[in-house]
């Protein structure tokens, strides 16, 4: 079993930045494809992006390209979301998940953490 938990959302105006943690618990963090995904009022919730256990980026929504970056340190058990040239739009509860190796879905989520954009 692995816990993860999200940090660092908050309230800041657009055009602004933050950064998001999600610490992991357990020693096999380092195993496994993570995640960010973002869900807003009234939406789906939605991949933003994914890196494999060696840090190889495998996706990046669109909707944030030249803006979000994901990295990881697998020697404190965390992984990160960049976010700068925060948008409106971007306001959502942002979640981390976590891949097992042979997996085609995603385990564990943490519980989210809320990023809030003002215009």
């Known amino acids: 079993q692995v816990q993860l938990v999200e940090s660092g959302g908050g309230l800041v105006q657009a055009g602004g930045s933050l950064r998001l943690s999600c610490a992991a618990s357990g020693r096999t963090f380092s195993t496994y494809n993570m995640g960010w995904f973002r869900q807003a009022p009234g939406k789906e919730r939605e991949f933003v992006t994914g890196i494999t256990w060696s840090g190889v980026i495998t996706y990046l929504s669109d909707s944030v390209k030249g803006r979000f970056s994901i990295s990881r340190d697998n020697a404190k058990n965390t992984v990160y979301l960049q976010m700068n040239s925060l948008k409106p739009e971007d306001t959502a509860v942002y979640y981390c998940?976590?891949?097992?190796?042979?997996?085609?879905?995603?385990?564990?989520w943490g519980q989210g953490t809320q990023v809030t954009v003002s215009s």
């Open positions: 998940a976590a891949q097992r190796p042979g997996r085609s879905f995603y385990d564990y």
